[in-house]
């Protein structure tokens, strides 16, 4: 069984520039939520998808955006980027979405805005 | 609005020791509670998942327990080992509008000492 992966790992950009960071879910699990958690803080949630619908977002502006692709795989794209952007990204995934549902993660990326 | 603590912020045990981690959390209104081990710079492992109904979980060396009533939760780690370093965090997931994603405490960084 394959467990959650992104990429890239790191990543740096510049002030204003636009990322795209991926994930792949665990074998079986139609679901992804994406966190953005910065040093020495815990995760804040961005938003979820289940079944290629956004079906749930956080406290983020709409230059947080997302996608997921027929295989459940993922993409989380930030336009415009801000210094505050910097941070580790995480991607979980679950089986059903269901809220009784073991949440695994991905090793995350660091993005590094300057 | 769901807010989750965790005291203490850091704790330094030597090896053997017994210990435990506090979660709080403000809106006993939950689905259920996971407990997850971070390394530094990487993403979570998720150790324990109890659900509103239950009273705790154990794996190996770990015992978690729920109080929704009073809105806290322990991580009881036996028999303390160096390879157990690390950030513990606990999330909830609440009920209602919120349930789709997970409320995460700042955690607890614990270092064990050989």
């Known amino acids: 069984e394959t467990g959650v992966t992104q990429s890239p790992t790191h990543l740096i950009k510049t002030r204003g520039q636009q990322v795209t960071l991926r994930c792949s879910s665990q074998?079986?699990?139609?679901?992804v939520s994406w966190y953005q958690q910065a040093l020495g803080q815990g995760p804040q949630f961005i938003f979820q998808y289940y079944r290629e619908e956004e079906n749930g977002r956080g406290n983020f502006p709409p230059r947080f955006s997302g996608l997921q692709f027929p295989n459940y795989s993922s993409e989380l794209n930030v336009n415009a980027l801000e210094l505050d952007d910097s941070a580790l990204y995480l991607c979980a995934s679950s089986q059903t979405g269901g809220w009784t549902d073991t949440q695994y993660f991905g090793p995350g990326t660091r993005l590094t805005v300057l | 609005k769901q807010e989750v603590t965790q005291i203490p912020a850091a704790l330094s045990v030597p090896e053997g020791e017994n210990l435990v981690l506090n979660c709080s959390f403000t809106?006993?209104?939950?689905?259920?509670l996971q407990w997850f081990r971070q390394d530094p710079g990487k993403g979570l492992t998720s150790l324990l998942l109890i659900q509103s109904s239950q009273r705790e979980q154990t794996s190996g060396r770990l015992n978690a327990s729920l109080d929704k009533s009073s809105g806290r939760s322990t991580l009881y780690i036996a028999a303390s080992q160096p390879g157990d370093s690390a950030t513990y965090l606990c999330a909830v997931r609440g009920s209602g509008a919120g349930s789709y994603q997970l409320t995460f405490g700042k955690g607890t960084k614990l270092s064990v000492i050989p």
């Open positions: 809106d006993s209104a939950i689905y259920n």
């Open positions: 074998s079986g699990h139609n679901t």
